[in-house]
């Protein structure tokens, strides 16, 4: 069964309600492309509880390059509660991704390790 043509004189606003779309999300994309432009994130690739007092956190850092960045890591415990903390600071270099291997120290045995938080270093 063929669609149904649209109603004659109609066609022009159906190109420019097609064009406006095609801008409106051209526009849409390029500003969630450029809010996260030179952005620091990271992501968490794992974690072992190593004892009751001891939590290995392995994560990536994906930053601009030539810029030195401090991130915040922390063990977590079955109720959520933060068991433990410390600050990384990864050195300024030429690459983009820097894999990183943190252990930190706990007061209780923690369940799970994370990155809380990364930021640029002035």
């Known amino acids: 069964m ?4 649209p109603a004659p004189g109609t066609g022009k606003w159906w190109v420019i309600g097609i064009v406006g ?24 690739t794992g974690y072992r509880v190593v004892d009751d007092r001891t939590v290995e ?3 990536d850092v994906h ?9 915040t890591v922390r063990a977590l415990n079955r109720g959520f509660g933060t068991v433990g903390t410390i600050e990384v600071t990864v050195p300024a270099n030429d690459q ?3 894999g ?6 706990t007061t ?3 369940v799970t ?7 640029t270093v002035p």
């Open 63 to 71: 930053r601009p390059p030539g810029q030195r960045v401090t991130c």
């Open 21 to 44: 779309c095609l801008a409106g999300a051209a526009v849409a994309v390029w500003f969630g492309l450029a809010a996260t432009w030179g952005q620091v994130s990271w992501v968490d």
């Open 113 to 119: 390790g994370q990155v809380k938080t990364c930021a």
């Open 57 to 59: 956190v392995r994560f």
């Open 96 to 98: 983009r991704a820097v």
């Open 2 to 5: 063929p669609l149904p043509r």
């Open 108 to 110: 209780t045995r923690a």
């Open 100 to 105: 990183m291997v943190v252990m930190l120290r």
